[in-house]
């Protein structure tokens, strides 16, 4: 049998008609029969050795396959099934079922789209047919009335919480000394006085030389020589005036009162310029306006000198070290006038001055707010060996802010 299935990797040649099929040379010579082919016998177990005297077995012949033999005619039988052969028709096992003639599909043409409505609400056109529907009026002034209601009460209420508790009227009846307030020795918090002191501050800015700024200052005598050494010019235009945000405050401090005009300069510099009166005329506090004390913050920064008088922003810090114990001092930071030299300041907790610094940091203690930076002179002295380059004793607090009295 033959297969027309073809495999690439079969190199064997194909079988031809010519091939001898009956070659049997490879076969040995007994088993070459010119009537057929003999197969070998069938393997057996080897059997033991037969006992002596006991007849060989008879050898069986292998089967035999005749080649030649001629095929058998086939024998009629009674009993085959008879064939029936249908002459190319269809054999229904069911009844077909009537079917009519064709008829051609009817077409439905398509209709326009449109919004459905409910039958039971379309309603024919009117006099009012798109307008808007009316509210009765008395439903609007109902409604008005209702929310000036609501806000009346909502009101009465707030107004009702934010009034404090009244006291018994054995506690609200006290006895209140009258204060005593301090004539401002012609200052005003508005009026020719800030005029003044604008126009007085310009002339000072465009000032260029130390000759000119001497009958703008205060203590003109006594500050010559340091004017003539430490005097800088703020370099303004020639036509420059103190802007109108410019802050105008009038303050009093032991029995004298100045004024303050703060603001920024043309380079967006800050500064707070002092203002007091010297008999009848108005006069810059010079040393107050820069910042000026006795000691520099340059030098008190890398330790030199033997401190003195400072002008300074404090506040307070829990800056602390080994020579420096949070158990024996408190910390203070002290930052120049000009913001760019920092120094810190320890005060020991049992001198005058621990206690005066404190008192002037009560008021932010106390209602749990970050205390601010307070502008105050100070004297300092040198701090304990071992301390750093800007470590600094505060021996004493001479004022708060920085004009003197």
């Not at 379309?122 to 008005?144: F, I, K, M, N, V």
């Not at 009038?250 to 002092?274: E, I, M, Q, T």
């Not at 810059?284 to 913050?297: K, P, S, V």
């Not at 008088?309 to 930071?333: A, C, G, H, M």
Request: net charge negative.
């Amino acid at each position: 049998m033959s297969s027309n299935l073809h495999d690439p990797n079969n190199h064997v040649p194909p079988v031809a008609a010519s091939d001898m099929w009956d070659d049997g040379d490879p076969l040995p010579h007994q088993t070459r029969d010119p009537g057929g082919v003999v197969l070998p016998r069938r393997r057996q177990q080897s059997a033991p050795a037969a006992a002596t005297g006991t007849p060989p077995q008879m050898e069986l012949p292998g089967l035999r396959i005749n080649v030649q033999a001629a095929a058998r005619q086939a024998v009629a039988n009674a009993a085959a099934v008879p064939v029936k052969e249908y002459g190319g028709e269809v054999v229904r096992l069911k009844q077909a079922v009537a079917e009519g003639p064709f008829q051609a599909e009817q077409v439905i043409a398509p209709q326009a789209l449109g919004v459905w409505q409910d039958p039971r609400k379309l309603q024919g056109e009117s006099t009012h047919w798109g307008t808007a529907r009316q509210h009765p009026l008395r439903w609007l002034l109902l409604a008005g009335v209702g929310v000036g209601a609501v806000v009346v009460a909502a009101l009465a209420t707030h107004e009702l919480l934010l009034m404090p508790k009244f006291k018994p009227l054995s506690e609200s009846l006290e006895l209140v000394e009258e204060a005593k307030i301090e004539q401002m020795q012609g200052f005003e918090l508005d009026g020719p006085c800030e005029e003044n002191a604008r126009s007085l501050l310009a002339a000072y800015a465009m000032t260029s030389s130390p000759e000119a700024v001497l009958p703008l200052i205060r203590d003109a005598q006594r500050l010559t020589r340091r004017l003539t050494q430490d005097w800088q010019p703020w370099q303004v235009p020639a036509d420059w005036l103190p802007a109108r945000g410019a802050t105008w405050q009038v303050s009093a401090a032991d029995g004298r009162s100045y004024g303050c005009l703060s603001g920024r300069k043309p380079n967006f510099a800050p500064y707070r310029a002092f203002f007091v009166r010297e008999g009848e005329a108005l006069r810059i506090d010079w040393e107050a306006t820069e910042g000026l004390g006795e000691a520099t913050f340059a030098m008190l920064a890398r330790g030199r000198g033997e401190g003195g008088v400072i002008r300074t922003y404090t506040t307070p810090e829990n800056f602390y070290s080994l020579v420096f114990p949070e158990s024996e001092f408190r910390s203070y930071k002290l930052l120049a006038a000009d913001h760019e030299h920092i120094v810190w300041g320890y005060v020991p907790l049992d001198t005058p001055a621990a206690t005066m610094l404190l008192k002037a940091f009560e008021a932010a203690t106390n209602d749990g707010l970050p205390p601010t930076e307070q502008a105050m002179i100070l004297r300092l002295t040198p701090p304990p060996t071992g301390a750093q380059k800007n470590q600094w004793i505060i021996g004493e607090m001479l004022h708060i802010d920085w004009v003197l009295p």
